[in-house]
Structures are given as C-alpha cells and as structure tokens.
C-alpha cells in the first residue's frame, strides 16, 4: 500500500505544479505581448478620451505596474481561490466560467457518447461486414478527421434547420440544436477512437486464442464481444482521456458556428480582448481537466488489464 | 483557416441563394394598421464588452439595448435635429455657457425612481466625471468644459460650463447621454456591470440576460414619454425584443432569409441586393459624423508639401470604390463631413477624381516617373502606407482598390493590416509612422470638429500642424468655442473649403457603419442620429 500511497502522492504533488505553472505561463505569455483590454477599449477614437484620462483608468486597474509585482499579486488571488474580474466585462471571473460552463459540458458529454458510439459502430463494421464494404468502412476515419469540423456544422445547419427547419439556429440550447452541433465535435472525435479501436480488433482477431476459439466454432459476434472487445478496448480510454482535452479543443469552432456561448467562445472573446484573468483562469481550468482525467484513465487502467499494475508492481498486484 | 472558413460560407451562400430563389420570394406587405403584440428576434454579430452605462456606451453593440432600455434628455434624430424628450425644453445664455433644462414630469426609472431634477444632476456629473475610486469611466465626448450642475427645483436643471459650449444640447441626445437610475449609478462598478442592475425609464425592460449570448426585453406598460418627433406615443407596440448574438453573418442572414429571425445585423454589404430582390427589408442608415478618408499627417514627407496632398485628393477614384466595394446605398464624400450633419456643405469639386491633374500635380512637385514606374524625388520613392481602420469593415478592400489607383500614378503603396488591439498600439493619428490615419467616427455636433484638427485646448492634432497654420487655428478653435449657431455654420463652411482646398484631408466616401437585414413582416422602425434601429415605433404584421 505505500508504494501505491507515494504513488498518488507523487502525481497529486505534480499536478498542483502543472496547474500552477499553467496559470504563471499564461500570464507571462500574455504580458508579453502588447497591450490589454482596458487601454485597447479606451483607444477606440469614437470614444475620444485624452491621454491623462486613458493613464488615470489604466491606473486604476494596476495596468501601469511592473510585471513582476502584477503576477505576485494575481498569483495570491489565486491561491487565496479568488479568480479576480475581468478587464473586458468588469464581472467576477468565477460568475462568467459559471455561467458558461454547463453549455459545454452538455456539449462535451454529449459529443463523446456519439463519438464512442460513431466509433464503435465503424469498428465493428470493419469486422462484420463482407469484403468491399468493410474495406471501405476502413476509410471512414481517414475522411472523418479530413473534413473540417467547420464544414460539418456549417452542412449539418444549412440541411436541417435552413432547409428542413427541424430545429431553429439561432435556439443554440435546444435539445436538436445541441444534438446536431454535438454530431460535429463528435464525429470528429470518433475518428480517432475508431483508428485505435479497428487496429486493436484487427491484432487481437489474428491472435492464436482467437483461432482457437474460431475453430472451436464461436461465432464471430460472441468471439468480438467475448474475447476481443475488452483487450482492444484498453487503448480506447487512453485515447478517450486524451479526447476530452481536444473535445474542449475543438469546442471553440463548434460553438462558433452553432452561435453556443460555451467556454470556446468565451476563451475567443477574451484573446481577442487579451483579457487576462478570464484566460488564466481557463487555461488553469484546462489544466486541472487534464491532469484529472489522466489520472483517472491510470487508475481505470489497472482495472481492465490485471497485467498493468503486476509488471510494475508486483507485491501489491495481488492486493489491487 | 480563416479563409478556409470564408471560402466554405461563400459555397454556402451559393447554395442558400439558389433554394431561396426556388422556393419564391415573399414581397414586402404595404404597411397597413400599426397593431399591438408579437415579439422580435434580432440577431447581433457581438454584444460588446462592459454593461457599465459609461464605460460601455459608445460601443457600437450595446447602443442597441440602451436605446431601449433607457432614455435621453434630448433626442436627435437621422438628420442631426435636437429636439425635447426628458427635457421639455431649454433655455442657454448669449455666451452659451449656462444653460437651463426643464424637465417633464411623471417620468419614472422602472424602480420606481422619479426622473426628476437631482438624477439628472446625479447622471450629468457621473458623464462628466465617472469615477476613478470604482473604475467607472467619464463619457469620453462628453464636453470636457463642463463646470457643474444643480437642481433648482423638482424639474428645472441649471448647468455651468468654463467657456461656450454650443454642443452641450445636441450631445444631451449622444448615445452616451443615458439616463440611469442614481441607485443604479451608485452601485460598485461589479454590480454595474450585471445588465440587470442598470436601471433606465425607457419603453423597454431588461427581462434577462446571458453574457456574450442574448438579452432578452420586455415592454414597459407605463411608458408614457416618448420623444414628440416619433410617430408613436404610449407604451411601445411589440411585446419582446431578444438579442441574440450569432457569430456567423451567413448564419445571421440565413435565418433572417428561413424566417427564423427577424433582423440580421451587419449582414455583407455585397448581398444586399440579392436580400432586396428576395423581398427582405435592408436599411443603411448613415450616421453623423465625419467622413471616411485619410487625415494626412503633414510632418511626414513627402506630405508636407501641399501639391503631393493634392494629388492624392485628386487621384482617388471615389466612383470606382462605390461600384466595387460598395452598394448604390453608400454615397460618394462632399466634404470631410457627412452631409446629413447640419453645417456641412458640398467642396466636392475640390476633391474630384482627374488622374491627369494629379500626375501634372506630381511632376510640378518634382517627383518624376522612374522606370519601374514608381516616382522619385532625389532618389527617394514616393511612398505612402496605408493601415485599414479595424473599426471599419470594409476598410481593407477600400485601402487595396486605393493603392490600385495610387500605383497608377506612382505611388509605391503598401497596406499594413492589424487587428484592433495592435492597431490601438501601433496606428495613431499623427503618428510619425502614419502618413494617413483612415478616419471613421461619429460625433452629434459639428462643434466637435473644431476640437480635434489642431493641439489647441488639448486637441488631437489630426495633421501634425499643431497651431501653426493660424487661419486654420482660428476657424477650429472659434467653431470649437463658438455661441452662435449661425456665425458658427458660416465658419464652418469657411473652414471645410480650407481643409479641402490645402489637402489636408482625403475624403473617401461617406459611412454606413450599420446595416440591418430585415423580415418584411416588420414595420416602421425609426432611425436615429447614430443609426441604431429604435423598434419601439415599429410592429409586426402577417408574416409575408
């Protein structure tokens, strides 16, 4: 048990670090960069303020300090739980992610079950289905991952809401609105599921155990099911949890097109405006899903191949 | 990726015309009987930034829903007129530098607040000074001469300012100049920038609201004081009105075009006519304000020297921008100033396209055509960098058909394009880099343009002259500090013709900074000074 206890503690410890380092990395890539949303927003010249006006705002906001002393004193908000206000919108950063998040969980969760489902399909496809078809099934992924996730929800919204007016575009949070703009990131998604899932089943389907079980007359659907889904299906979840960091990704396209306020389009809105605490706050947030979802595709690990934990460990495998 | 994505809309597009045009186009409904009800879907490209009355008032984005929400001492309307809203009236003194407001009364914020003589003080000093201990910001064009006001009595307010200050009534009618509950002005800047907290008296109220999503209003039974100048009075006549924020123009459009929604904002200026031919309402009202064109820098060579500004007015062919970049709803430049702004005169003929003109203007200047056609002066070519003004959409196609022609004449000509945020840092009018800062902002009052052309009274120096030209200096700053509306219209003639005549500006064409797509089963919407769409006049009749 300790060595599964330092375990932890060892991946606890570098995940703080990695969050922090997320939050630090964001903030020095952005001061490097000229100017920020308060002095940009007071530039624009139909807004006709002099320049003492513009240094006694930008003052106001700590704008005019030196770097060092900005990151210190936002790194102690930070610590202290406090994601401080945004530059642009004047509101608590905290209240914006709030408020934006559940959008793009749903849109997340959503386009992960189509994507494992899309994906799982395709496979099995590959593997049932008689010769010309499959190999053309194989291609699938290939022109999935092609096809730019734009285009798709562009298609998906000029077909069946312009044209077939199954669902009202500018709705974004309606149930077919979010299944349609979920099947873009999904799709996309699922590509590189399938890839993963067809090369596992196509190697563990040439393996003796499958032969011999072949030749003891398994059908193919019980063997696929039996004997070849769980081994294949270990390379999945790595990928899945990779999945989840580029589903938040791609999230910023998706709902661009779909018009969905979601993270995506908040995380836009403030590069452009180089509004600081809400894009250290984000990325900080980024940086705790993945460092989450890692951890957990380790612990699953284990669970679904015995082998993992007793190479590495084998003392506490047996008690795992 | 970028023009990835344009290259797939304009397929789209392609595509979208040709079913809409299957599928028979409606025609407009003659107006019939103004009725009651119904609820109208705008959709927006951006909601803006802050909801904090000053600090996000001159946005283009938010005036949508201040216009709605809240209401103005005075209300200016397409053609720059002032006339009384929450003001009933208003008396000045020969300098112009007092002024009396006489307020109507029974006015109410939707709190339940009185409109009365000690909010309009409250409102008047927050636009003057904001302020700097909650970040809250002044009103950036709000006359910087302002002294201070009091409430006299319930429904009289006195205002004072340190020299003549014509423009304190037309930019009572700004869109800036929102009235605005005091307990709302007393809030925290945080809690002023939650849309619900921000109280108006207009005919609208905020119902809901999501950040960079929609906002969703709702009309005001009680309403009762609306400008005598609209066609309607009472409370307004569609019901709701949400703001939908959509990204996409082609996806704006499109679901004006699938009858989804009712206006689109900003749609593409090169569809308009297929909107219109399709039986949709497309509107294009102009604003008040100056012209786009180039201020010229007149410390950068060769741009001190007067021929070469004139040959630059002169080798503009402002026809060709209009037909290539434009629609017949944009109008060509008669002056530096948009002619709708009352004081502005036609100097057209000053300015007008003669590519001949132009070269002998050059040769005469001493710059000589070299072999690569490029002309130069003493080895130097005859160079100019023209930065597109972010602010103004089209600006970049305008800059390219401009180098085009300039290059004709031999100008070397190159365009650097920035975004917003390196274009505040970089480009700025006067800049020693910036031989032509491309103008485009709106103001209420022609007294503004006296403010800025020279450094006098802390202007903005738009030519690098700072007071030097004194003919020049004088007609800004009287104009600037004028309190005769007459002597100042006959001044501000004399000072366009002046401006024009020594080159110092180079109109483009007038602007249409907004533009609306609209179901045509939305009637009478009124415009106003700034072109926002006011749908408190309008109503919605069958769909076609």
């Known amino acids: 048990m300790t060595g599964y206890r330092g375990f932890a503690l060892r991946r606890g410890g570098q995940a703080v670090v990695v969050v922090l380092l997320a939050y630090v990395f964001t903030f020095w890539v952005i001061s490097v960069l000229p100017g920020d949303p308060v002095t940009t927003t007071l530039r624009n010249p139909q807004n006709g303020f002099t320049e003492e006006e513009i240094a006694r705002i930008v003052s106001y906001y700590g704008l005019d300090r030196p770097v060092l002393v900005q990151l210190l004193e936002s790194l102690g908000r930070f610590l202290t739980g406090d994601l401080g206000v945004s530059l642009r919108s004047n509101r608590s950063v905290a209240d914006m992610i709030g408020e934006v998040l559940p959008s793009t969980l749903v849109l997340a969760a959503s386009s992960l079950a189509i994507a494992v489902v899309l994906s799982f399909l395709v496979a099995f496809g590959v593997q049932y289905l008689p010769k010309p078809l499959s190999t053309a099934l194989r291609s699938v992924p290939s022109l999935f991952l092609s096809v730019p996730g734009f285009l798709i929800g562009l298609l998906l919204i000029q077909v069946f809401s312009f044209d077939l007016g199954l669902f009202r575009a500018i709705d974004t949070d309606g149930p077919v609105a979010t299944f349609f703009a979920a099947l873009t990131l999904g799709i996309w998604v699922s590509a590189q599921i399938a890839e993963v899932l067809i090369a596992n089943l196509d190697h563990e389907a040439a393996q003796d155990y499958a032969g011999v079980a072949r030749s003891r007359g398994l059908g193919q659907v019980r063997l696929l099911l039996r004997h070849l889904l769980k081994p294949s299906a270990l390379p999945v979840v790595t990928v899945l949890a990779l999945m989840i960091g580029e589903v938040l990704g791609g999230a910023v396209i998706t709902e661009a097109v779909f018009g969905r306020t979601g993270i995506g389009s908040l995380v836009e809105r403030s590069v452009a405006s180089q509004d600081l605490p809400v894009l250290q706050a984000v990325v900080t947030l980024a940086a705790v899903v993945f460092v989450v979802v890692n951890l957990l595709a380790d612990l699953v690990y284990p669970l679904l191949d015995p082998r993992v934990t007793l190479q590495r460990r084998p003392d506490v495998g047996a008690a795992a | ?544």
């Open chain 2, 1 to 544: 990726m970028k023009r990835a994505l344009k290259a797939a809309i304009g397929i789209l597009a392609t595509v979208l015309v040709a079913t809409a045009c299957g599928g028979g186009a409606a025609q407009s409904a003659a107006s019939g009987t103004p009725r009651d009800g119904g609820d109208l879907t705008f959709l927006i490209d951006s909601l803006g930034d802050t909801w904090i009355p000053n600090n996000s008032a001159i946005s283009s984005f938010q005036g949508h829903i201040w216009g709605h929400v809240t209401d103005k001492l005075v209300y200016v309307d397409e053609n720059g007129e002032a006339s009384p809203w929450i003001a009933e009236s208003w008396e000045q003194n020969p300098e112009a530098t007092e002024f009396t407001l006489h307020l109507r009364q029974g006015v109410t914020f939707s709190d339940g607040t009185p409109v009365d003589a000690a909010a309009v003080v409250a409102n008047l000093d927050m636009w003057s000074r904001g302020d700097a201990t909650r970040g809250i910001n002044p009103i950036g064009l709000f006359p910087k001469t302002y002294r201070s006001s009091q409430a006299v009595d319930p429904a009289t307010v006195t205002v004072s300012f340190s020299s003549p200050t014509l423009g304190f009534i037309p930019t009572l009618g700004y869109h800036g100049s929102i009235l605005i509950s005091p307990k709302s002005l007393a809030l925290p800047a945080e809690q002023q920038a939650d849309l619900s907290n921000d109280i108006g008296s207009g005919p609208y109220v905020v119902e809901s609201w999501k950040d960079d999503d929609s906002v969703v209003l709702r009309k005001r039974p009680d309403y009762d004081w609306a400008p005598a100048a609209l066609s309607h009075q009472g409370p307004a006549r569609i019901d709701s009105i949400t703001y939908k924020l959509v990204g996409e123009q082609q996806v704006r459009t499109s679901s004006v075009q699938s009858n989804q929604a009712d206006v689109a904002y900003n749609p593409s200026p090169k569809e308009l006519e297929t909107f219109k031919a399709q039986g949709f309402q497309v509107a294009a009202p102009r604003y008040l304000g100056f012209v786009n064109g180039f201020a010229i820098n007149t410390k950068v060579a060769p741009f001190d020297d007067v021929k070469v500004r004139q040959a630059l007015q002169h080798g503009i062919d402002r026809d060709q921008i209009l037909s290539t970049v434009y629609t017949p709803d944009w109008l060509a430049a008669q002056s530096f100033i948009q002619s709708n702004v009352p004081g502005a005169t036609d100097h057209s003929t000053t300015f007008a396209h003669d590519a001949a003109k132009a070269a002998a203007l050059l040769d005469e200047a001493g710059w000589a055509p070299g072999p690569d056609g490029v002309r130069t002066k003493n080895g130097t070519p005859l160079a100019l960098t023209l930065y597109p003004n972010p602010y103004l959409a089209t600006s970049k196609a305008v800059d390219e058909l401009i180098a085009q022609q300039l290059r004709g004449l031999g100008f070397q000509v190159d365009i650097q394009a920035y975004d917003v945020v390196t274009y505040g840092q970089r480009v700025k009018v006067g800049g020693e880099t910036v031989p032509a800062y491309e103008i485009t902002r709106s103001f209420i009052d022609a007294g503004t343009v006296g403010g800025v052309l020279t450094d006098a009274n802390k202007g903005e120096n738009w030519f690098g002259l700072g007071q030097t030209d004194a003919k020049l200096t004088d007609l800004a700053t009287s104009i600037a500090g004028a309190s005769d509306p007459t002597a100042r219209d006959a001044q501000l003639d004399e000072l366009q013709g002046y401006v024009l005549d020594q080159g110092y500006f180079v109109p483009i064409t007038q602007i249409v900074q907004r533009l609306y797509l609209q179901s045509p089963r939305v009637h009478d919407v009124t415009y106003n000074g700034i072109a926002y769409a006011n749908y408190y006049t309008a109503w919605i009749g069958d769909p076609a």
